[in-house]
């Protein structure tokens, strides 16, 4: 079975330019997760999908942070402009559908903002 | 909000002790529990997944537990390795919601 796809894997841009990450989750998993790690600290979780739908955005910082699932499969983040802090590994993480199912994780994109 | 704390942030123990690691959830409702592994510049590694329903996993040299009523989880390694040396991630969320909120980590260095 294929696991979670990331790409890129690395990423440096300038400040106040964009850029986009994208996410290709393990086929049937409904749930997709979009984590920041900063270094040394725990991921947090910027939004999660059901499907194509929002469930849970309250973290994602509206105004330059932007995300999509295309038909409840693939999925895009996007950062419009990127700020210094925005330095971070970004995440794609899937789920199963029903209770207590398991969390499988991409490699994640290292993005450095200089 | 669910804050998740892990305890400690970091542990360096010789080859061969057995260790536990904790994990407080602020918000005891979980649905489910998930232990993971990270590498230096990898992604997260699923080590151990305890449903609500459980009490307990093991995979291993590796036991988690969770008690619901005071939020809290440990894992147990035994009989620690080199190559068990990694941060440690728990992650929970609440019943329903099947979200997934991250601990701080613990960093395990097991001396050869």
């Known amino acids: 079975e294929a696991g979670v796809a990331q790409s890129p894997r690395y990423k440096i841009i300038e400040k106040r330019q964009s850029v986009a990450f994208w996410c290709n989750p393990i086929?049937?998993?409904?749930?997709l997760y979009w984590y920041q790690q900063i270094l040394g600290q725990g991921p947090k979780l910027l939004i999660q999908?059901?499907?194509?739908?929002?469930?849970?955005d309250s973290q994602l910082p509206k105004d330059r942070f932007s995300a999509e699932r295309l038909k409840g499969v693939d999925s895009t983040l996007k950062i419009q402009p990127a700020k210094l802090e925005d330095s971070a590994v970004y995440l794609c993480?899937?789920?199963?559908?029903?209770?207590?199912?398991?969390?499988?994780f991409g490699q994640g994109t290292r993005l450095t903002v200089v | 909000k669910q804050e998740v704390t892990q305890i400690p942030a970091a542990l360096s123990v010789p080859e061969g002790e057995n260790l536990v690691l904790n994990c407080s959830f602020t918000d005891s409702a979980i649905y489910n529990l998930q232990w993971f592994r990270q590498d230096p510049g990898k992604g997260l590694t699923s080590l151990l997944l305890i449903q609500s329903s459980q009490r307990e996993q093991t995979s291993g040299r590796l036991n988690a537990s969770l008690d619901k009523s005071s939020g809290r989880s440990t894992l147990y390694i035994a009989a620690s390795q080199p190559g068990d040396s990694a941060t440690y991630l728990c992650a929970g969320g609440k019943t329903g919601a099947n979200n997934l909120f991250f601990g701080t980590g613990t960093r395990l260095t097991v001396i050869p």
């Open positions: 999908f059901q499907n194509n739908g929002v469930v849970d």
């Open positions: 993480a899937s789920r199963g559908q029903g209770a207590g199912t398991e969390a499988f």
């Open positions: 086929s049937g998993h409904a749930t």
